[in-house]
């Protein structure tokens, strides 16, 4: 959650800037990927939090496409979001591509904890 506020304040600036070239518009998409991933991200953890520990097999299968939809958001944001960190300039790239690593690490972590359920 506390990613979400410079992942704001820098879609907002560049929303500003998307229109000067091609690196700016990269780095608009990147924090609009970024913003979607965290609230991808949150969305998921309140999931797993409301789900608590459970067997996958007790689990029902609207609740498992929830899951797996907010996951495959997580992911897909966190990619386009260090693809455009790779290629956009300045401090956009070295936040865009933290933020993506962060937040796969923390996607790693929180499904390496459910393998014991």
Do not use: N
């Not at 999931?47 to 007790?58: A, C, H, T």
């Not at 929830?66 to 958001?73: F, T």
């Amino acid at each position: 959650m506390l990613l979400a506020v410079p992942a704001l304040i820098g879609w907002r600036r560049g929303a500003r800037d998307r229109h000067l070239d091609r690196r700016h518009f990269i780095s608009f998409v990147g924090f609009t990927a970024a913003l979607v991933a965290i609230t991808a991200a949150v969305a998921h953890e309140g999931m797993d939090i409301r789900q608590g520990v459970q067997s996958y097999y007790s689990t029902s299968s609207a609740w498992k496409a929830l899951l797996a939809i907010s996951g495959l958001s997580e992911f897909l944001g966190c990619i386009l979001a260090f693809g455009a960190g790779l290629l956009s300039t300045g401090r956009r790239r070295l936040f865009l591509t933290g933020v993506s690593v962060i937040l796969l690490f923390l996607l790693f972590i929180t499904e390496l904890g459910k393998l014991g359920t």
